[in-house]
């Protein structure tokens, strides 16, 4: 059970962010061993608080009502036959919209979080990026996500493997909160470390923080051009952590972790997707060793962005290219296109009317 040293008094804001400390203060009176029916029921076996039976009703209640849940199910999508699940959330203090995407394979299930609402990053090509910065997610915010997909998970008998944090937000502008919920989910919902991965645009600063972790975690840099002059424009963070001094921090991170880097591609057609820009792209990914792995994303159309994805020729063609040059390259499958399953793209479309608060 996570034991935080935060002091008990200090209330949480949510169901998911109390720790057991916290947990034993709101229980204080019953028997010690009720903490942990709590705990087991609401990580090991992802219950909602309602169906943890091994509680009374009348103490069911009693923690509803002083430990709310943190979101308030407004939409859910479904795409590939059922296999692609997308979760519109309204966070419980305000009407910030949030996501979160469930992914059903042969061999595994994962969960992409949001860790963010909103993005500050202002990537051009990205839906999340241009709806701006909202606030920080807490850790309760991030875990209640994987909690509650791994609910829909059940009832296909699979259960999560994998956590990305690659939905809405930048994790390492957030990186305490993103720590905090990696704990939770690596000690108390048994996730290895070797299945949570952190994806960041270059947040050099965070790089470095993770590198100091005990979790040995995956590292995926969203790269997407491999000259600074054109990756100042797509991902203008860039202009603030140069490619020398990301490319160090990730061989530091390497050092340290001995954990293969993967790189993001969103391939956009005329701008990123050349001979020239593989040649590029292969060069930062040999400097690393191991060598770093390429996932070619083809871009979702995202409304605002008017340039358009490479086609699926043009796509391959890139990948040979990289393949040519010694680097492994995988093209990531795209899921969920007709549910807007780009990040930002289900809060950015029309208003959405909320289901009601549903008990976790």
């Known amino acids: 059970m996570n034991?935080?040293?935060?002091?008990?008094?200090?209330?949480?804001?949510?169901?998911?962010?109390?720790?057991?400390?916290?947990?034993?203060?709101?229980?204080?009176?019953?028997?010690?061993?009720?903490?942990?029916?709590?705990?087991?029921?609401?990580?090991?076996?992802?219950?909602?608080?309602?169906?943890?039976?091994?509680?009374?009703?009348?103490?069911?209640?009693?923690?509803?009502?002083?430990?709310?849940?943190?979101?308030v199910p407004a939409r859910e999508s479904v795409s590939d036959k059922g296999d692609t699940i997308k979760f519109l959330w309204r966070l419980a203090d305000g009407n910030h919209p949030i996501e979160t995407v469930l992914m059903h394979y042969a061999d595994r299930v994962t969960v992409c979080v949001s860790t963010q609402a909103g993005c500050a990053m202002a990537c051009g090509f990205c839906a999340t990026g241009q709806a701006g910065f909202s606030r920080q997610l807490t850790v309760g915010?991030?875990?209640?996500?994987?909690?509650?997909?791994?609910?829909?998970?059940k009832q296909r008998k699979q259960r999560v493997a994998n956590i990305v944090f690659m939905g809405m937000g930048e994790?390492?502008?957030?990186?305490?909160a993103v720590w905090g919920a990696v704990e939770r989910?690596?000690?108390?919902?048994?996730?290895?470390?070797?299945?949570?991965?952190?994806?960041?645009?270059?947040?050099?600063?965070?790089?470095?923080?993770?590198?100091?972790?005990?979790?040995?975690?995956?590292?995926?840099?969203?790269?997407?051009?491999?000259?600074?002059?054109?990756?100042n424009d797509l991902v203008p963070i860039n202009k603030?952590?140069?490619?020398?001094?990301?490319?160090?921090?990730?061989?530091?991170?390497?050092?340290v972790k001995n954990r293969r880097i993967s790189f993001e591609w969103a391939m956009i057609a005329g701008v990123n997707d050349s001979a020239r820009d593989a040649s590029e792209l292969a060069k930062l990914a040999l400097s690393l060793k191991p060598t770093a792995h390429v996932n070619l994303i083809p871009l979702n159309p995202t409304p605002g962005f008017p340039t358009r994805g490479t086609d699926a020729a043009g796509v391959r063609r890139f990948a040979d290219r990289l393949a040519d040059r010694g680097v492994n390259a995988t093209i990531r499958r795209n899921r969920g296109t007709d549910i807007d399953a780009a990040c930002g793209q289900l809060a950015a479309g029309q208003p959405v009317v909320l289901t009601g608060r549903r008990g976790v």
């Open 3 to 71: 034991q935080e040293a935060e002091r008990p008094s200090t209330p949480p804001r949510s169901l998911y962010d109390a720790t057991g400390a916290q947990l034993a203060a709101v229980l204080a009176g019953e028997p010690a061993y009720r903490v942990k029916q709590l705990w087991s029921g609401l990580y090991e076996q992802c219950k909602a608080l309602d169906d943890i039976t091994t509680l009374s009703a009348a103490l069911r209640t009693r923690l509803t009502e002083q430990l709310p849940t943190a979101l």
């Open 171 to 176: 994790p390492l502008a957030n990186e305490p």
């Open 141 to 153: 915010e991030i875990v209640e996500q994987v909690v509650r997909a791994s609910r829909h998970a």
């Open 240 to 255: 603030r952590y140069p490619l020398e001094e990301l490319m160090t921090a990730c061989r530091d991170y390497l050092r």
């Open 185 to 231: 989910f690596h000690a108390d919902m048994g996730i290895s470390a070797r299945h949570l991965t952190i994806s960041t645009v270059g947040i050099v600063p965070g790089i470095r923080t993770l590198a100091t972790r005990p979790l040995p975690v995956n590292l995926a840099v969203s790269l997407h051009a491999a000259r600074d002059e054109l990756r």
